[in-house]
């Protein structure tokens, strides 16, 4: 793998880790803003506030960015202020034909984009591969919605009528998270272009690469300047977002604490907000289940992205009557999985995103052995075969012998770490099941579907599955209950969290007035 040489777009990258000669000193773009339609220079730029990017599989340094302040912040939004207009005015069908352009040229470029996405987050490559879907179906998706954005016309008395329509909202913030870059740049900006708006992008500050990327390839489709905009900054830029006079709403995806404080800088103007949360999402296998597909969904509930997934089902309810035959199959696959270099096709386990969170992670195990939970497999720090791998890797760990009030069961890890729990009832499982503030997702696996019903109704979720579990398409609304979030993101229903109605009443005969 390490001498492999691909070529994408006239891009040569040289060896495993070879640098992508996007510019003639071989090195990537200096520039990651990108307002009005190309990289900029920061206006005022201020050494003090330079943010270092490390690449996770390896710990070295990836690139520097400065940090976006008030005046780069306000100059993004007046871009995408002054775009507004043209913009707007395009008919649905025009906008739906740029955005249909930008994701053929995403295709043209899924493995250049896999690659620096695999860079940027350590997730296997593999993975990064079926994250540029996600952003390329979301384009899509929406761009054959956009002609079909329409109000309603309404019958009245006497001959006169009303009608609505539904109306862009101006300018909309966008603030992503570590674990998604590509596809959360994706969601965000194609409901609200498809809509009419125009769009400020603040990717982390962790993963900042490929939303600029974006932006090139929406300039290059024929999205006129100014429509798209990225901002690199930690929390205080995305603070200057939500708070700016000039942006209408906010899209946020993250952890509760910085959600809370996006919804409290956003009440300020009474902008619309959508928040995407945190979760601790419950799966329950009851003994008439498939085992084999229990375990599968088990796996896909937990060990994607290295467990760094909000709607993981970190709590998995097994019933006591099979729980021995679900644990060891359980833990057999686990044990298979291959930890390392995240570009090797079969690597299935990458590097957590820094050092932070893998002491995070280890801190969680370390306290649930100390209240009692038992290591039935991984759980430890890895360490590659190959010297240049400096980055933090965790196996995928199975706690058994846990118990609803231990930490690591209440608590978001945010880390390949599932906690395994039995139960006898289904009246049991459903009250232990919903006993949290979260609730972004939830599923079941069972071969009685009435059954399966019947507790997905009692789950206090906003994403189910039913004898499945993390499987995401652009069609279907993904959103949580409590403390999980507000909105939706995908399906139809987002086309009403990025418009506003206005109703126009028509008189057809004379003004009937009391005085």
């Given amino acids: 793998m390490w001498l492999q040489q691909v070529v994408v777009r006239g891009v040569q990258i040289a060896g495993r880790r070879g640098v992508c000669t996007t510019v003639s000193n ?3 773009p200096l520039h990651f803003n990108y307002i009005n339609g190309e990289r900029v220079s920061p206006l005022n730029p201020d050494p003090t506030q330079i943010m270092k990017v490390l690449e996770p599989a390896t710990g070295d340094l990836l690139i520097e960015l400065q940090t976006s302040g008030p005046d780069e912040v306000n100059r993004a939004v007046q871009s995408a202020k002054e775009a507004f207009t043209e913009w707007s005015q395009l008919t649905g069908l025009q906008r739906g034909r740029i955005m249909q352009r930008a994701a053929q040229i995403i295709k043209d470029r899924q493995e250049e984009f ?19 879907w996600t952003a ?10 956009a002609p079909t954005i329409a109000g309603q016309h309404v019958p009245l008395a006497n001959g006169s009528f009303a009608y609505t329509k539904k109306e862009p909202l101006g300018v909309c913030a966008g603030i992503g998270a570590w674990n998604y870059p590509i596809q959360m740049a994706g969601w965000k900006s194609a409901p609200a272009l498809a809509c009419g708006n125009t769009f400020v992008f603040k990717p982390s500050q962790f993963t900042p690469i490929t939303a600029v990327m974006l932006g090139e390839v929406y300039t290059e489709a024929g999205l006129p300047h100014g429509c798209y905009n990225v901002v690199q900054g930690a929390g205080e830029t995305g603070t200057l977002l939500c708070e700016h006079s000039d942006v209408a709403k906010v899209s946020f995806t993250g952890s509760v604490p910085t959600g809370s404080k996006v919804m409290a800088a956003a009440a300020g103007g009474i902008k619309t907000v959508t928040l995407e949360l945190g979760g601790k999402s419950p799966l ?11 375990v599968g ?11 760094e997934v909000c709607s993981n089902a970190t709590r998995v309810f097994v019933e006591n009557s099979v729980m021995d035959q679900f644990l060891a199959r359980l833990v057999e696959r686990t044990g298979r999985m ?3 270099d995240p570009m090797d096709d079969d690597t299935r386990v990458g590097a957590m995103i820094h050092q932070d969170q893998a002491d995070k992670v280890m801190t969680y195990l370390d306290g649930a052995k100390k209240e009692g939970a038992v290591v039935a497999c991984g759980g430890e720090l890895v360490t590659p ?35 395994i729990l039995g139960f006898d009832t289904e009246e049991e499982v459903i009250q232990r099941a919903n006993n949290t503030e979260f609730g972004l997702a939830g599923g079941v696996f069972t071969n009685d579907l009435t059954r399966a019903h019947r507790v997905i109704a009692q789950m206090q979720a906003g994403t189910c599955y039913i004898n499945n579990f993390n499987i995401i398409d652009v069609a279907v609304p993904f959103g949580g209950f409590k403390k999980s979030g507000l909105g939706r993101e995908n399906g139809l229903v987002t086309v009403e969290y990025y418009t506003q109605v206005k109703t126009v009443y028509v008189e057809m005969g004379d003004v009937d007035a009391p005085f």
Wanted: overall charge negative.
């Fill in 297 to 307: 969904g088990a796996m896909l509930g937990n060990f994607l992205s290295q467990g």
């Fill in 114 to 132: 896999a690659y620096w996405e695999t860079r940027d987050t350590g997730k296997p490559i593999y993975e990064a591969r079926m994250d540029i």
């Fill in 385 to 419: 075969d190959d010297p240049r791998l400096k980055g933090c890797y965790i196996s995928p760990c199975v706690l058994t012998n846990c118990h609803d009030d231990m930490t690591v069961v209440r608590e978001e890890v945010f880390g390949p770490v599932v906690s």
């Fill in 338 to 340: 291959k930890v390392g």
């Fill in 136 to 145: 390329i179906d979301a384009i899509e998706y929406f761009s054959g919605l």
């Fill in 284 to 294: 329950i296998v009851f003994a008439d289940a498939n085992l084999d597909n229990a």
């Fill in 26 to 28: 071989g090195k990537l």
